[in-house]
């Protein structure tokens, strides 16, 4: 049975830093995609940020309006996923989820077969 627990969701003030974690337990395949998803109250829920293994390679994907200000890494020894928030801005505030599939498409929720239960993010100007 596949566990995804978030953690590091807080409230800080506009051009602060969080980490939030994503630990997966129960899930082990030789490829896999991890991301980061969020949703602001009214709104829809999108990507942030995935990272996807297999094959030999490491590849990272982010959504526009983080590049540069967050980042994805794995911790394999810990199966857990973090996400490195810096600069945030109050339009960072929602719920952010963390979610894990095999491959396809990073921004598509289609892709992704076991979901934690979220972690808020609140950041104020």
């Known amino acids: 049975q596949v566990h995804m627990v978030e953690s590091g969701g807080g409230s800080v003030q506009a051009g602060g830093s969080l980490r939030l974690s994503c630990a997966a337990s129960g899930y082990t395949y030789s490829s896999a995609l991890m991301a980061w998803f969020r949703q602001a109250p009214g709104k829809e829920r999108e990507a942030v940020a995935a990272?996807?293994?297999?094959?030999?390679?490491?590849?990272?994907y982010y959504a526009d309006s983080v590049k540069d200000r967050f980042a994805i890494s794995p911790d394999n020894a810990k199966n857990t996923v973090y996400l490195e928030m810096n600069s945030l801005k109050p339009e960072d505030t929602a719920m952010y989820y963390c979610?894990?599939?095999?491959?396809?498409?990073?921004?598509?929720?289609?892709?992704?077969?076991?979901w934690g239960q979220g972690t808020q993010v609140t950041v104020s100007s």
């Open positions: 979610a894990a599939g095999r491959s396809g498409i990073w921004y598509n929720e289609d892709n992704y077969f076991y």
């Open positions: 990272i996807y293994t297999g094959s030999g390679i490491t590849l990272y």
